[in-house]
Nanobody
Framework: QLQLTESGGRLVQAGDSLRLSCAAS????????FGWFRQAPGQERLFVAA???????YYENSVSGRFTISRDDANNIVHLQMTALKPEDTAVYLC????????????????????????WGQGTQVTVSS
């Protein structure tokens, strides 16, 4: 398993941009797929974006075109670039790693499934004011 630490969350205004980072420690970073999820107060945790080993990306419909997930295997870090932020984007954003030893084709059907991610960070708060 990896240890994950998110950073970059803060209070911003609607329309602003923000970049979240997820730093990983542990072995074999490049063997993992990564996902970003978010959880608003009193609500369930929801999928936001994911990236596989070859850089293939997946997005939840409401963030597609506004958010970009990327991975830097040389530095063991995953980013979530967020643009055109909206008040409804307000949540705690969590990074997750998992699906090691799986194929890209398998991940393409499972990237939203939280059970497949075996490492989670503590989260970083993003607050978007209107």
């Amino acid at each position: 398993q990896l240890q994950l630490t998110e950073s970059g969350g803060r209070l911003v205004q609607a329309g602003d941009s923000l970049r979240l980072s997820c730093a990983a420690s542990g072995r074999s970073f490049d063997a993992y797929a990564f996902g970003w999820f978010r959880q608003a107060p009193g609500q369930e945790r929801l999928f936001v974006a994911a990236i596989g080993w070859t850089g293939i990306t997946y997005y939840e419909n409401s963030v597609s075109g506004r958010f970009t997930i990327s991975r830097d295997d040389a530095n063991n870090i995953v980013h979530l670039q967020m643009t055109a932020l909206k008040p409804e984007d307000t949540a705690v954003y969590l990074c997750a790693a998992g699906y090691s030893s799986r194929s890209e084709s398998y991940y393409s059907t499972r990237y939203k499934v939280m059970d497949g991610y075996d490492s989670w960070g503590q989260g970083t708060q993003v607050t978007v004011s209107s």
